[in-house]
């Protein structure tokens, strides 16, 4: 096949994700051709630093991983899958024993998925059933989730979701789910302090869950850090007082770590950085590194117990090849120490990007934990008035063009790595986003020169 055929046969016969096909007609489609390591290869044979996780963030242990392809096609050779209902393999019950471990607090029982947001679908579906099959709240089917959250595109995901354009499709949704303020960073539409203003979510909740009514109140739904605008990180403070209120109301509160979990923060789950115990959490993602189709939602022998028959299955749920992938995974973390250096490396990452963009006038926050940062931009810094969306598009193709791929988020750029990105990897991306938002400024008309 001739290397433009690649681009007309997709226009003619895929289907692309929450972008115009106007706009993949216009340009082509991105073709991806190999990768190793941190380095991408496109289908012209250029290569690039991949300092953005894979697009959607799987990617925590780089491109040729041979050791997880060799544990899924190992286990694919010996028996890939069986089914589901009660019927388990070694992989799968060894890999949920190794989540008990790795996950906070008493969540030791796992619901496996095929991805995100099916795990998603399950937290709603084990939350509903506890709640009105255990006869504590017999009528309870609300749920609370937040502006600007992203849970997934499968209809009970979708319908907790308020970002990105699937939060757009077509209507009717989920009933009974309702959105309530996000502890936005830098800015927030009520021009309140940072902190005032995550004070202000948290108490929002109770308000929200007393007109609710709460015992119709079957769970609220929070992703620890949000990715809306760039890695959004709460105080510590926000998310204790949200498990406070939860409790107070007995109300189960999911964290959604399907992006944060499995290292990006620098721990295993973003939980961690805050001292809080969710009574569900849902995984995907870095759980096989991007390199099988899986994810789960965990939780506590108390609510899992609580429901006698569990009305919910998938197919793919507990994938024996998948659960091989996950467990190699989970594995060269722990054995290169990953998570601990992930954790370090952002805080070298911070330092830098602050040291070398602190004082720029288009910079409005630096802010970052681990292997996820953002630089959140703005036209004007005394207002912290919203960046011109293209000239947040110009940094990202120009740091592109210097040969390290990054992510645009919204009013933010993202940098969110595989764990195997190293000191030199965050050095070079320090230097390009210098250099493309100096230019991109000058083009925009904007001073870069405090
Ligand atoms: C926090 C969160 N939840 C759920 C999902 C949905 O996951 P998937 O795309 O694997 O279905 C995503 C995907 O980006 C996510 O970031």
Request: proline share 5%; glycine share 10%.
């Amino acid at each position: 096949m001739l290397k433009n055929d690649i681009s007309t046969l997709a226009v003619d016969h895929c289907i692309f994700s929450i972008i115009d096909k106007a706009v993949v007609e216009e340009n082509g489609p991105r073709i991806v051709a190999s990768g190793s390591g941190l380095t991408i290869t496109d289908g012209a044979e250029r290569s690039y630093t991949d300092m953005v996780g894979g697009y959607t963030r799987p990617n925590s242990l780089g491109y040729g991983n041979e050791e997880i392809a060799r544990a899924y096609y190992d286990q694919a050779c010996k028996m890939h899958y069986a089914g589901t209902v009660d019927i388990v393999t070694g992989p799968m019950v060894e890999l949920a024993q190794t989540l008990t471990e790795l996950t906070p607090g008493a969540l030791s029982r796992a619901f496996f998925t095929s991805g995100g947001s099916e795990a998603v679908e399950s937290a709603i579906k084990i939350a509903k059933h506890y709640q009105q099959g255990s006869g504590r709240k017999p009528h309870a089917y609300k749920i609370i989730s937040r502006w600007n959250a992203y849970h997934g595109a499968t209809a009970g995901a979708m319908s907790l979701t308020n970002h990105l354009t699937v939060a757009q499709s077509p209507d009717p949704r989920l009933p009974g789910v309702s959105f309530i303020p996000n502890p936005q960073c830098y800015r927030n539409p009520f021009g309140m302090s940072e902190d005032d203003y995550f004070t202000f979510c948290a108490d929002y909740l109770e308000q929200q869950i007393l007109h609710e009514g709460p015992e119709l109140v079957a769970a609220f739904i929070g992703e620890p850090i949000m990715q809306a605008n760039g890695a959004q990180i709460p105080s510590k403070a926000y998310w204790q007082r949200v498990r406070d209120i939860c409790t107070k109301y007995g109300v189960l509160l999911i964290m959604d770590e399907v992006i944060c979990g499995f290292g990006r923060t620098g721990t295993w789950f973003a939980a961690e950085h805050f001292g809080i115990e969710p009574d569900i959490l849902t995984m995907a993602k870095a759980m096989t590194a991007g390199y099988a189709p899986m994810g789960a939602a965990m939780t506590t022998p108390e609510i899992a117990d609580a429901i006698p028959h569990f009305r919910h299955v998938h197919t793919y749920s507990g994938h024996a090849a998948s659960a091989a992938a996950a467990l190699a995974t989970i594995a060269i973390k722990k054995r290169g120490g990953l998570i601990e250096k992930a954790l370090d490396n952002g805080v070298y990452f911070q330092s830098e990007l602050k040291a070398a963009l602190g004082d720029n006038p288009v910079v409005g926050q630096i802010r970052g934990l681990g292997h996820w940062h953002a630089i959140d931009f703005t036209s004007d810094r005394a207002t912290k008035a919203l960046p011109n969306p293209e000239m947040v598009s110009a940094i990202v193709n120009g740091i592109k063009q210097r040969g390290i791929l990054v992510g645009a988020a919204g009013t933010s750029m993202e940098v969110a790595p595989a764990l195997i990105a190293t000191r030199e990897d965050f050095d070079r991306t320090v230097s390009a986003t210098v250099e493309a938002i100096e230019d991109a400024a000058a083009r925009f008309g904007l001073a870069t020169a405090a």
